[in-house]
């Protein structure tokens, strides 16, 4: 079956915006999720958009999502150091009950 | 108090050793997961149980075996173990899956690296 794709790296300097997409499967999927995994940590949810909405925004963290393509998009503004990590989007179809699919993830690197 | 605890942390162990890799939820959640990720970073499902029944059980070897007790523990056995299994493996929890439009947040653990040598 088709995978939930992301871009595997994004290198932005301190102070720049970051864009991270993700192409994902089921256009019926009702909620879409970012989950960020720092270094030698777990996984902890960014922030989720429900399918009926086009963006939601929360402080430095903008999403868009565009359900005719199935494309999902994080953007962080004023991106930061502390933003390095692995950034994974995730669906969840409705044939795999409630468990995430995830992206292979993309690893944001952040220089100063 | 931690939300969804693993132990170990870290586990080194010989090829063909069974091992075992316990995991706790104190978030009353009905739905638990292990999930696995390789060393490229990739994340599957491996499997799903809800209610102490397992509902997703992902192409994985049968020498994964996970175990229920109750509805707060979800433990992943792994009989004969082989290179190939080194990776983190993750256990998450989620609310209640029947109500499917409902946010279905999972919950994850710090994760157990297992180093098969």
């Known amino acids: 079956g088709e995978d939930v794709e992301q871009s595997l790296f994004l290198s932005v300097r301190e102070g720049d915006s970051s864009v991270i997409n993700c192409t994902y499967t089921d256009s019926s999927s009702t909620y879409l999720y970012w989950y960020k995994q720092e270094p030698g940590a777990g996984l902890q949810l960014l922030t989720y958009?429900?399918?009926?909405?086009d963006m939601k925004q929360d402080q430095r963290l903008t999403v868009l999502l565009n359900k005719k393509d199935k494309h999902l998009s994080l953007r962080i503004a004023d991106t930061q150091t502390g933003d390095s990590a692995i950034y994974f989007c995730?669906?969840?179809?409705?044939?795999?009950?409630?468990?995430?699919?995830f992206g292979k993830g993309t690893t944001l690197s952040v220089s100063s | 108090d931690t939300a969804v605890s693993q132990t170990p942390k870290y586990l080194v162990t010989q090829m063909g050793n069974d091992k075992s890799i316990k995991c706790e939820q104190n978030?009353?959640?009905?739905?638990m997961y292990w999930y696995k990720q390789d060393s490229k970073k990739f994340l599957k499902i491996m499997f799903s149980y809800n209610n102490k029944e397992l509902i997703i059980n992902e192409t994985v070897p049968n020498r994964f075996s996970p175990k229920s007790p109750d509805k707060a523990h979800l433990n992943l056995h792994i009989n004969s173990l082989e290179l190939g299994d080194s990776a983190v493996y993750f256990c998450?929890?989620?609310?209640?899956?029947?109500?499917?439009?409902?946010?279905?947040?999972?919950?994850f653990g710090q994760g157990t690296r297992l180093t098969v040598v």
């Open positions: 958009i429900f399918s009926n909405m």
């Open positions: 995730a669906e969840v179809p409705n044939q795999a009950g409630t468990a995430l699919i």
């Open positions: 998450a929890s989620s609310p209640d899956p029947d109500r499917v439009y409902l946010n279905t947040e999972a919950f």
């Open positions: 978030l009353g959640h009905d739905t």
